[in-house]
C-alpha cells in the first residue's frame, strides 16, 4: 500500500496515525502565524474555509453511493466505513461552527465542481479520494491546525475534533491511492488523462483562493496562502508521480495540452457512464467459496 506524502501511513495504528501534531513535518509551515478568533475579518475568513468543509463533508457522505459499485468485499467494508467517518465530520464541523458562533456560507461554484460524483469508478478514486481528499488533508492538517490560535479558550476542542478529522482523511486517501494504482494496472492508457486531469484540477486553486487573498496583503495567515498554494501543487504532483502518472520533469507544453484534452474527453465520457454492480457476479469467490466444484 502506498505511503500518502501529507499524512500518516495508511498502516499506522489509530494512536500511532493520532499522535500526528500540529507541526506538519512534511507539510507547510505557516512560522506561528494564526487567525484572529474575535477580528471580524478573520472570522469572515474562516466561516469561508469552514463553509467549503462543511459542503465538502455533506458530499462525502455521498461515498455511500460507491458500495453498488464495489468490486470486492474490502471496498465494501471501506465504503460502509467512510460513509460513517464522512457523516461524522459532518456533525464535528457543524460543532465547530457553533463554538466558533458563525453560520454557514453557500459553497464557492469551484467546490462544488470538485465534490461533484463521479460514477466511473477510475475516474472517482483518482479524483474524489486521493487528489481530492489529499487537498482537504492539507487544508485540515496544514491550514487549520496550524493557524487556530491556541490561547483562544475554544480552539483546544476544536483541534481535538480536528485531529479525528485529520487521521480519517489519511485513511481515505491511502484506500484512493491503493484503488488508483489498481486501476492504472489494469488500465494503463489511463496515465496520460489522469495527467491531464491533475493539472486541470490543480488550475482550479488559484481561482478558490483569489476569494480570500488580495484585500489584507499584511495578514499573517492570508500573506502565507501563494506560498502554501504552491506547497499543495508541489505535493500533488509528487503523489501523482509516485502513482506512476506524472512526469519527472515538467512535461512539454503540448504533451500536457494533450493529457489535459484526453483527461476532459474522459471526464466527459464518465458523465454518462452508468454504475455496474460486481458483488452480485463475485460474492461467492470473494466469500471464499470455490465455485469451481459447483453442483458437488
Ligand atoms: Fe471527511
Ligand atoms: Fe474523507
Known sequence: ???????????????????????????YDFKGATFDLNDPGDRDILCFILSQALFGEATGVYCGRSLYSARSLEAARFYTRQAR??????????????????????PHWVIRLLSAHNNYYPLKVLMEHAIGEGMVLDIFKDLLLQTLPDSDPRVPS??????????????????????????????????APFMGLVDLQLSTLPLLVSRLRGTRPDHPVL?????????????????SRRLGFYPERDAPRWQRGLAMA?????????QLARSRSLLDKNYLRELGFDTSTRGQ
Open 223 to 239: 500573506s502565507q496562502l501563494a506560498p502554501f498554494v504552491e506547497h499543495v501543487r508541489e505535493r500533488v504532483k509528487r503523489q
Open 85 to 106: 467517518q464522512e457523516l461524522g465530520h459532518l456533525q464535528l464541523f457543524a460543532d465547530v461552527f457553533r463554538e466558533l458562533g458563525l453560520t454557514p456560507q453557500p
Open 1 to 27: 500500500m502506498p505511503k500518502t506524502d501529507n499524512g500518516p501511513s495508511p498502516l499506522a495504528t489509530s494512536n500511532e496515525a493520532a499522535g500526528a501534531t500540529d507541526e506538519a513535518p512534511d507539510g
Open 262 to 270: 484526453a483527461g476532459t474527453a474522459l471526464f466527459a465520457r464518465s
Open 158 to 191: 476544536i483541534k481535538k475534533k480536528l485531529r479525528v478529522v485529520v487521521r480519517e482523511e489519511a485513511e481515505h486517501v491511502a484506500w484512493g491511492e491503493k484503488e488508483t494504482a489498481a486501476m492504472l494496472e489494469e488500465k494503463p492508457w489511463l496515465r
